[in-house]
């Protein structure tokens, strides 16, 4: 008697989605995503779009975090020059939305090659503090560039439209939102599947012997740099046009800190890591805002310092996934999907994953 999943073609074997459970679970959730919209309300459709911006910024970072081993801390940095290129090119020149949302994807991933030349040389704690440079030295250039920037005030992007429909109310940027992140996603998956995906995972794990190989290590850190700066800039150009403002301090240190918390969160090395960190993070606060509200009549006193809680338990978050499951959110949904595979076969537990 045959049990388990097994493939008599290649093609079956290589599918994204090979296993018959996997596929049912991607109808189920296109399906909440289908009907979701249609049933929350405008702020749970607000939350739902900075999900899905910070997810395809996610995916870029653990690109070049994540699956090629470098370390970023400029990730606002490159959303900035994302978000200030589309909306400037916009406002000032007239340039379609769409075409500048792909410029501005273009001009970040030239930004993130230049930024990641030290690489060639640093790695680690030196390539970290190289990356802060760039995010000290964007930063400096957003405030005090006044005549393109406009310096510490904020600049008025139009509204995008498409066939004369206006793109950013909630509802209809949900679903420009929500493609984009999918398409990230799709790309990613498939990148990680290629000759050039591999060779970055190779650099991740021991870069001297990628070399020995044949791999090019130099030039594929500045792939990886180029590439992820490539989707944070999409991820800046999505907020700017949905927010149709755009201001420095949106793109602080601190949005730097939050994304690497994302996919350290939710797992190094993995896309649905990217989405599980990026809902996590992006929905911590609102959570306990609306924790606060309905606990304010039984315990205002609680009530009252759940506000002030909120970075805290940020930083409890990150510090509990560091101890007891480093590899995040991805690796726990793992475990449970091993679990209910061998049940009720316990010690078989972990082996189905191994197979």
């Known amino acids: 008697m045959e049990c388990g999943v097994f493939h008599t073609r290649y093609e079956s074997d290589m599918g994204l989605r090979p296993r018959p459970a996997q596929r049912i679970r991607l109808a189920a959730?296109?399906?909440?995503?289908?009907?979701?919209?249609?049933?929350?309300?405008?702020?749970?459709?607000?939350?739902?779009?900075q999900v899905a911006i910070a997810t395809v910024g996610a995916i870029g970072l653990n690109i070049l975090v994540g699956y090629t081993g470098?370390?970023?801390?400029?990730?606002?940095?490159?959303?900035?020059?994302?978000?200030?290129?589309?909306?400037?090119?916009?406002?000032?020149?007239?340039?379609?939305w769409g075409?500048?949302?792909?410029?501005?994807?273009?001009?970040?991933?030239?930004?993130?090659?230049?930024?990641?030349?030290?690489?060639?040389?640093?790695?680690?704690?030196?390539?970290?503090?190289?990356?802060l440079a760039a995010q000290?030295?964007?930063?400096?250039?957003?405030?005090?560039?006044?005549?393109?920037?406009?310096?510490?005030e904020a600049i008025v992007v139009p509204a995008p439209r498409l066939?004369?429909?206006?793109?950013?109310?909630?509802?209809?940027?949900?679903?420009?939102?929500?493609?984009?992140?999918?398409?990230?996603?799709?790309?990613?998956?498939?990148?990680?599947?290629?000759?050039?995906?591999?060779?970055?995972?190779a650099v991740r794990d021991q870069d001297v012997a990628a070399s020995v190989?044949?791999?090019?290590?130099?030039?594929?850190?500045?792939?990886?740099?180029?590439?992820?700066?490539?989707?944070?800039?999409?991820a800046g150009a999505m907020i700017a046009f949905y927010r149709n403002i755009v201001t420095w301090e949106r793109f602080t240190l601190n949005t730097s800190i939050v994304y690497l918390?994302?996919?350290?969160?939710?797992?190094?090395?993995?896309?649905?890591?990217?989405?599980?960190?990026?809902?996590?993070?992006?929905?911590?606060?609102?959570?306990?805002?609306?924790?606060?509200?309905a606990i304010q009549d039984t315990a205002p006193?609680?009530?009252?310092?759940?506000?002030?809680?909120?970075?805290?338990?940020?930083g409890i978050v990150i510090i509990l996934f560091l101890i007891f499951e480093p590899r995040g959110l991805s690796k726990l949904w793992d475990n449970v999907k091993d679990y209910f595979h061998v049940w009720p076969f316990a010690y078989r537990r972990g082996e189905s994953r191994a197979n």
């Open 213 to 234: 190989i044949g791999v090019d290590v130099f030039r594929t850190k500045l792939l990886a740099f180029a590439t992820s700066s490539f989707f944070v800039g999409l």
């Open 99 to 131: 075409a500048s949302v792909f410029c501005a994807c273009i001009l970040t991933a030239v930004a993130g090659t230049f930024f990641g030349l030290p690489s060639l040389r640093l790695k680690g704690l030196y390539l970290a503090i190289a990356t």
């Open 29 to 49: 959730l296109a399906l909440f995503v289908l009907v979701f919209p249609f049933l929350a309300s405008t702020y749970w459709l607000d939350l739902a779009n």
């Open 136 to 152: 000290e030295i964007v930063e400096w250039a957003m405030t005090h560039w006044t005549a393109v920037t406009g310096g510490t």
């Open 70 to 96: 470098q370390i970023s801390l400029g990730q606002g940095a490159f959303m900035a020059i994302g978000a200030y290129t589309a909306g400037l090119l916009t406002l000032n020149f007239g340039v379609p």
């Open 261 to 293: 918390a994302m996919i350290i969160v939710g797992g190094l090395g993995s896309i649905r890591g990217s989405f599980l960190g990026a809902a996590l993070i992006t929905l911590l606060p609102a959570l306990i805002t609306n924790l606060g509200r």
């Open 301 to 314: 006193e609680a009530a009252s310092l759940l506000p002030y809680a909120q970075q805290a338990v940020f």
């Open 163 to 201: 066939f004369g429909l206006r793109l950013n109310s909630t509802f209809n940027f949900y679903w420009l939102a929500v493609l984009t992140a999918a398409g990230t996603a799709l790309f990613a998956a498939n990148l990680f599947r290629s000759r050039i995906g591999r060779a970055f995972e």
